[in-house]
């Protein structure tokens, strides 16, 4: 499968995932690690890729989505934006409503998985 086809299907198949520098325990990047911390507050269920170890897809994803910046997050095949405009949405409460209406909270806790990339 190539790089594209891969996003593709990786955006398709997870219904919150985060495209970031590093992993949410162990983030290789302030912002990356914001939006982990965000997600995290906000109880959500999540999937990521970590760009880092993925270079193709590194390469490959602002392409793709027309955004040059990492992270990225994607709610149900939606580009939703990167630190800046996830950050926004969480202090206007905005990105719960989003998160709750799409099904993607767990009110015990946060539960986390790596996407084979």
């Not at 709610?75 to 950050?87: A, K, P, S």
């Amino acid at each position: 499968m190539d790089t594209l086809a891969r996003i593709q299907s990786q955006i398709k198949n997870n219904a919150l995932l985060l495209y970031m520098k590093g992993t949410p325990q162990f983030p290789q990047c302030g912002f990356s690690g914001q939006v982990a911390h965000i997600l995290k507050v906000c109880k959500a269920k999540y999937a990521y890729v970590n760009i880092l170890e993925n270079p193709d897809i590194r390469q490959t994803l602002p392409v793709y989505a027309n955004w040059p910046t990492f992270p990225q997050l994607y709610l149900n095949g939606e580009l939703i934006g990167g630190c800046d405009i996830v950050t926004e949405l969480f202090e206007k409460g905005d990105l719960q409503n989003q998160l709750n209406l799409a099904g993607v909270t767990a009110p015990e806790m946060q539960a986390i998985q790596a996407v084979e990339a």
